[in-house]
């Protein structure tokens, strides 16, 4: 008993349907995608409007133009290998034994659906489960199932919604389709359109002895192509799960209200196909190619991973008008990374803390107004300068820190900015010294500890560090940081220790 079930999704006009998927504004229009150099440019695909207009492979431009209300769009080959990434990774939902069937301008697939019937029921179910995924996709596709590879190849193309083709029905199924759906050299397509022989039930009809003697071996697979009969070692591809969305226009956008549309539609599919694995996006950086030849980039860090598209969008339109293109932008393309967003439980007296979403958007906003580099937390950088650091952007914790236990600390409290005193010394250390208001006598000195670097530069420190114990006029002590600063010969107080 043969138990081999197979499930091709035939995706026709393929760069079409790549150029319109992220284009909803453009559905009901018809459009026609040509390519080649000026002026030998020429359709290679189309939608089904534009064939209703009377548009066909291979008409020029100048044919085309001639012809009220068609809009032309150029041929992309990136965005047709995006489109086939996600058209890919969406029918991998429902077999991982996928092999590529696609030639010209089709986009196909064959997957491996035998003993699939508990998880997505019977072949018919599972056919229109897998349209409906394609669909809210942006794909039209035709899904034909069959025990025979070949058939079900053959039978997807012809053919439009779904088809099941019952085991043995094969050659039945296959009879009313035209010979051009075998791949076969032109002569040999010439011979049998002068024995008249135009679909595939005529040619399954032949003697194979007859067929074989007058036109060679090749002659049998073709005749058993036709019967559905042809057998087939099965090469399952290995996709790679990359969330990607690239589109390509045909005039550069100067306009980040247009350019926002469409990386709407590309964030609904991002969070759609991450949802789909159930995950969420923890980066997405934003890569536009501009007409001046140069190429702009933005990243969206959310502090947690997160699927609200509404969120995703905001941060996006901010980041955008804090750090706008400085040209007009011919390409988008979004890449995301996938994350795991952790649910909190939280106290029945716990205070409510703000949302995620809420705290990035209002920290997005006051990055356009102060800056960057303006916003976030310090961290210390890897140099012996004192109280050297910079701001990195906020993130949110990935574990709980551990909690270490209460041990007694001394607190440093810096003065910002360092306040200028001027300093007595005795026996090369200091005795007392005086700022602006007080006078302070120094009982005890600990010290020098020097420190110097960045001599070969401009921003080049040597210092000279005390520790000291001193009393004001009323007699109170102090516990404080005096810094000498050796290259400007000046005093000043750094902080006091608490």
Known sequence: MNTALYA?????????????RLRPDLHG????????????????????LALSKGISPGMTRLDVEGLEGVKLLARSLETEAAARAVLLECVSQFSPRIEEAGSGASCAFVLDIAGTERLFGTASQLAERMRSALLSSGFRVSIAVSANFHAAGMKA??????????????????????????SMPEDAREIFAMWGIRTLGELAALPETGLITRLGADARTWRELARGMH?????????????????EFD??????????????????CLVSRAADRALSLALITAHMRLDSGKSHECVLRPAVPTADRKFLLKLLQLEIGTHPPQAAVESLELTAQAGRCGTVQLGLFTPQTPEPSRLDITLARIRAIVGDDRVGSPALED???????????FAGATSERKREPAVPRMALRRMRPPVPIRVLQHDARPAEFRDRQNRFEIAAAYGPWRTSGCWWSEDNWDLEEWDVLARRNDGSSVACLLVCD????????EAFYD
């Not at 229009?29 to 089904?48: D, K, L, Q, W």
Request: hydrophobic share 45%.
């Open 8 to 20: 091709c999704v035939h995706a026709a006009e393929f760069p079409a349907q790549a150029l319109l």
């Open 29 to 48: 229009a018809p459009i026609a995608v040509i390519e080649g150099r000026p002026p030998h440019e020429f359709v290679c695909s189309m939608n089904r």
């Open 157 to 182: 193309a012809a053919t439009r919604g779904a088809a099941i083709i019952g085991e043995g029905e094969e050659a039945a199924a296959l009879a009313n389709l035209p010979i051009t759906s075998l």
């Open 231 to 247: 057998p087939h070692l099965f090469q399952p591809i290995e996709p790679e799960f990359t969330l990607r969305e690239f589109c």
């Open 251 to 268: 005039t550069a956008v100067e306009e980040i209200d247009s350019l926002l549309f469409l990386g709407a539609r590309m964030i609904d």
């Open 383 to 393: 140099t012996h300068r004192p109280a050297s650091f910079h701001v990195e952007g």
């Open 486 to 493: 050796r290259a400007r010969n000046e005093w000043r107080l």
